[in-house]
């Protein structure tokens, strides 16, 4: 059922196909937290979101908040976070992080791991790896949280 799925793409414009597949797996999920070392790929992988969503705004990682907006092609709304600078869960609490989460909107996630403990009980766990030829191999399933403790 929860099968985990992986994806190979060598150059960035590989991850449309990859994009695409992810929400075509997904068609119910909103939020899609994308785990991954600095560099992998999140924020391009975020673009290629962008694209398949038919979203014609630059996507760039947000620098000086911790979210940007996006319309769609139907002028809909979707979200990109990034966590990595963030010191404290509260500040993403300061945000109304949970709203957006909540909103029905699509939301991508940076640095999720930066803020586990506000994740929503089912995500789609998204990891980006690369390899010695600097090829991403990237690794997808629903994540249907168990509330772990650390
Ligand atoms: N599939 C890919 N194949 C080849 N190069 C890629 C691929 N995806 C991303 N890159 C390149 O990797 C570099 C870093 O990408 P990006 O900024 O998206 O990483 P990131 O994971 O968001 O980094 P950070 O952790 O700093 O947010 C960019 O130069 C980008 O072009
Ligand atoms: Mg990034």
């Avoid at 907006?69 to 600078?85: A, C, K, L, P």
Wanted: proline fraction near 3%; charged fraction near 25%; hydrophobic fraction near 35%.
């Amino acid at each position: 059922m929860n099968k985990i799925q992986a994806l190979k793409a060598f150059r960035p414009e590989d991850l449309f196909e990859v994009a695409k597949a992810i929400l075509d797996s997904f068609k119910n999920e909103r939020v899609f937290a994308l785990y991954g070392k600095m560099g992998t790929g999140k924020t391009t992988l975020v673009k290629a979101f962008a694209e398949v969503l038919g979203s014609s705004d630059v996507v760039s990682s947000p620098t000086f908040s911790l979210v940007n907006e996006y319309d769609d092609r139907q002028g809909s709304t979707f979200y990109h976070f990034d966590f990595y600078r963030i010191k404290h869960v509260e500040e993403a609490f300061d945000i109304g992080f949970e709203e957006y989460l909540y909103s029905g909107k699509y939301c991508f996630l940076e640095w999720p791991e930066k803020i586990s403990q506000l994740l929503p009980e089912t995500y789609v766990y998204i990891s980006i790896e690369v390899n010695e030829n600097e090829e991403r191999l990237v690794t997808f399933n629903l994540n249907e949280n168990n509330h772990q403790e650390h």
